[in-house]
């Protein structure tokens, strides 16, 4: 469990020993590399000044002035970037920070302590470190992306990152509970933390592309009072602590929140923090919006949500075949119509910041502030009927009518039905709502699954409909999946089934669909524009009676 209490036993601080003088020399013509790094036991504390870029080798203290580094800072395998201190060498009226304008990145067992503040993590020159609470602070500034690869631990207070936050595994293992003088870990302050164990912790941090931490195995974690543009994805997070994975109350996710496969389950724990996430797109997993999680202290017992939709969220947009977009409820951000080459698809950028088309000959085209992906691929040897966005941001999918899977951007390659032989063709696909896997449905019904997160739930290939299947959408709330007929038929499978057109007249066949951010709803969408809307899915309006130089050939939810 993870205390924010007063002095527990005797505060040990690591002292910087020596001093790494660098920056930018006089007469020199711009700022110099530096390379920074001592022991646990005697840091070296970098100078501060401006530096072209930085090699942590070492234990590498950001306390002697603020330092910027104009290019990129790169931890190695073992070493400690620690930035805790908000005075030059403790000196009143000074002030101590980090700034990197490029990126920085961390190996396998690095550590990183990146910004103090005084409520949650008391700077370590504070004069109230022993009692609290503090009054000092100190900004780690990081203008393009942040990765760690394998790190031992990562703790980010008060810090800024311009593009994506990135942690892929780590962490202490069976080793967490195991406090030892070799880390850095273990000479936290204890009014911050104090069983001097190894953990990972991000809070009062601003994202503004996508943050993802995966595969993370140690004693404790947190994510609180966090704004994040994009999407944020936690996911496979095992910890010690029956008390960790305290994601909530964080600020505003812009996309998709996903909370896969983590234990403890996400909950409110005994961070104090009882407000739910605001997200722009979906939640998923342990943070699906209809998800309740005891928050403790309360009789009779009280069930509270971990993530809601931000207030202005949902709409829509239909794509025409001549790249027309009309939008419902969601901003206006371009369209390619006039264009010679058929548009087959839409994906939306995960919060509806964004959208994408492409053509039937793989051509994708990116409209709004934030893309999902955008390029073009060999030519395909069928056309491109289908289109998702990875959920957790940094790519899109397409699928070609005999299965052939491409990939853009960062979007992982799962699988494809390209070299089986099919019964009929493919005509849509959905990403599993972790982003780790999709499935592709084939008009007669056959599903197709690829990926960890994409499980198979039935299909309806080999038994008969009266019309051909058209297209599919995922439930973030349940993992499963609908399918839907030109007559407008649905097909539930570990979805709720809320109803459907089927046996009903339409003025022109059903082309397309979408789901609810909640999983408690879905659109259909008809050629000539017409929306139907079904359980929680608000109707935001149509294009039925609108004349249309094309035909609608989907549709996609913001």
Request: glycine letters at 18%.
């Amino acid at each position: 469990m993870r205390n924010r209490v007063g002095l527990v036993g005797v505060l040990l601080l690591m002292v910087p020993i020596g001093v790494v003088v660098g920056g930018t020399p006089a007469g020199a013509t711009g700022p110099t590399p530096a390379t920074c790094g001592g022991s646990v036991a005697s840091p070296q504390a970098l100078a501060g000044g401006t530096y072209s870029s930085l090699d942590v080798t070492g234990v590498c203290d950001i306390s002697a002035g603020d330092v910027t580094v104009t290019g990129d800072v790169t931890v190695a395998s073992g070493a400690a970037l620690v930035s805790a201190w908000a005075l030059d060498d403790g000196v009143p009226a000074t002030t101590s920070g980090l700034t990197v304008k490029g990126n920085l990145t961390a190996g396998s067992g690095a550590s990183l302590i990146l910004g103090c503040e005084p409520g949650n993590f008391i700077c370590y020159d504070d004069p109230a470190i022993a009692t609290g609470p503090g009054t000092l602070s100190s900004v780690t500034t990081v203008a393009g992306s942040l990765t760690t690869t394998g790190a031992l631990g990562v703790i980010l207070h008060r810090s800024s990152i311009g593009g994506d936050l990135v942690m892929a595994g780590g962490g202490c293992g069976q080793t967490c509970a195991t406090p030892s003088p070799t880390n850095v870990f273990y000479y936290i302050p204890a009014i911050n933390f104090t069983a001097r164990e190894v953990y990972s912790d991000v809070e009062d941090t601003s994202v503004g592309g996508d943050l993802s931490i995966t595969d993370l195995a140690s004693n404790w974690f947190g994510a609180l009072r966090n704004t994040v543009g994009g999407s944020a994805t936690f996911s496979d997070i095992t910890l010690a602590d029956p008390d960790g994975n305290e994601i909530v109350h964080n600020l505003s996710v812009g996309g998709n929140l996903i909370c896969e496969n983590d234990s403890p389950a996400v909950q409110f724990g005994d961070s104090g923090q009882s407000e739910a996430t605001p997200v722009g797109g979906y939640g998923a997993g342990q943070c699906a919006f209809n998800r309740r999680v005891l928050y403790p202290g309360f009789t009779p017992p009280l069930y509270l949500p971990v993530a809601v939709a931000a207030p202005g969220s949902g709409g829509y947009w239909l794509v025409a075949s001549d790249g027309g977009i009309f939008s419902y409820g969601r901003p206006y951000y371009g369209s390619s119509a006039g264009s010679s080459s058929a548009t087959a698809a839409m994906a939306a950028t995960p919060g509806g910041t964004g959208y994408q088309l492409v053509t039937s000959a793989g051509a994708v085209s990116a409209f709004g502030p934030r893309s999902a992906c955008s390029g073009s691929i060999p030519a395909p040897n069928r056309p491109i009927v289908g289109m998702a966005a990875v959920p957790g941001g940094g790519g899109c999918w397409t699928v070609a009518s005999d299965g052939g899977i491409f990939t853009y951007g960062g979007a992982p390659f799962y699988g494809s039905a390209g070299s089986l032989p099919l019964n009929r063709p493919i005509v849509g696909m959905a990403s599993a709502p972790g982003g780790n896997g999709y499935w592709l449905v084939a008009s007669d019904g056959g599903i197709f699954s690829y990926g960890s997160g994409a499980t198979f739930q039935g299909s309806m290939g080999g038994q008969h409909l009266n019309e051909p299947i058209v297209g599919m959408a995922s439930d973030p709330a349940t993992g499963g999946y609908w399918l839907v007929a030109s007559d407008g038929g649905i097909f539930a499978f570990g979805a709720p089934f809320l109803g459907s057109m089927g046996g009903r007249h339409l003025n022109a066949p059903i082309v397309g669909m979408a789901a609810a951010p909640d999983g408690n709803g879905y659109y259909l969408v008809a050629s000539d524009g017409g929306i139907f809307a079904f359980g929680s899915a608000p109707f935001h309006g149509s294009a039925g009676s609108i004349p249309l130089a094309r035909p609608i050939v989907g549709m996609a939810v913001g």
